[in-house]
């Protein structure tokens, strides 16, 4: 054999050696299913963070904590809170009364500790026991760092989430940014950032990329997540609202795209 036929026939092998297997529609669904569930967790505890925001920069955390306890009153009646310090204690559904914000209907047990409020910074830390809006439940905690100067917020979080409709469970962690969306973050947030998790199928890493998510949506109405699959696979999600119930999906991976539509209540389809 020559040289150049010897060459050719290396470079052959080089080539399907590392040749990347396409994108099947079962994976394409599987992988964003997987990730829904993940994200309406994260949006679940989203919402409650929130309700730990109304109050004055740069006072003592013991009061900063007692204006949030006011705050979450005034909104969730249902709650029976607690406060001690800087920490508030919250069971929601403990009373008669409205239980819902931003969209979900909250129970369970949730504890909100004020650890800093100074001009230039502010902490709190949550924590989640049995935490549900009857859809996700969840369970865990999350250090929330504002920052004053760039409005927005960092979360750090350690989770363990169950769907509550067939009990498939997660555990994992994240370090996102969030921002409110254009309409204010009474319409929903953007989010940098990353997230990883271990389930039944193994372990997921989730990279996200100018995600804008609204409240109660199950998957983001626009931006990109690149999901690293058990298997090493990368599959890259790119999301674009088709209506106000309806998101659609692209999903690439080995060169080949498929896409997909998630309804209000995360039923992923093909399109």
Same mark, same amino acid.
């Given at each position: ?28 669904q599987q992988a964003l299913e997987e990730s829904s569930v993940d994200a309406q967790a ?130 994992? %962690? +994240?370090? &996102?940014?969030?921002?409110? !969306?254009?309409?204010?973050?009474? @319409?929903?947030?953007?989010? #940098?950032?990353?997230? /990883?998790? %271990? +389930?039944? &199928?193994?372990?997921?890493? !989730?990279?996200?990329?100018?995600? @804008?998510?609204?409240?109660? #949506?199950?998957?983001? /109405? ?50």
């Amino acid at each position: 054999m020559s040289k150049v036929a010897m060459l050719a026939a290396l470079m052959l092998v080089i080539a399907a050696g590392c040749r990347i297997d396409p994108l099947t529609g079962q994976e394409a669904q599987q992988a964003l299913e997987e990730s829904s569930v993940d994200a309406q967790a994260s949006a679940l505890t989203s919402a409650s963070v929130e309700i730990a925001t109304d109050f004055t920069i740069g006072q003592a955390a013991e009061r900063a904590a007692g204006q949030v306890r006011d705050f979450v009153a005034s909104q969730l009646p249902c709650a029976a809170i607690t406060l001690s310090g800087h920490e508030l204690a919250i069971e929601y559904g403990a009373n008669a009364g409205n239980c819902t914000f931003r969209g979900h209907h909250f129970a369970g047990t949730h504890t909100i500790s004020v650890e800093r409020d100074d001009d230039d910074q502010v902490l709190v830390h949550h924590s989640w026991s049995d935490f549900n809006n009857g859809r996700i439940s969840v369970s865990g905690s999350a250090d929330v760092t504002w920052n004053l100067d760039d409005p927005s917020r960092r979360i750090q979080h350690e989770l363990t989430w169950t769907r509550m409709s067939d009990g498939r469970t997660g555990t994992g %962690s +994240g370090d &996102r940014t969030q921002r409110p !969306l254009a309409g204010g973050i009474s @319409e929903g947030f953007s989010v #940098d950032g990353q997230r /990883q998790w %271990s +389930g039944k &199928r193994g372990a997921f890493h !989730l990279d996200i990329d100018g995600i @804008e998510m609204r409240w109660t #949506d199950p998957v983001p /109405q626009a931006g990109s997540w690149v999901l690293t699959t058990p298997d090493e696979k990368v599959i890259s999600l790119d999301f674009a609202r088709i209506d106000d119930d309806t998101i659609g999906v692209t999903a690439s991976g080995g060169d080949r795209s498929i896409e997909l539509k998630v309804s209000k209540l995360g039923v992923v389809t093909r399109r």
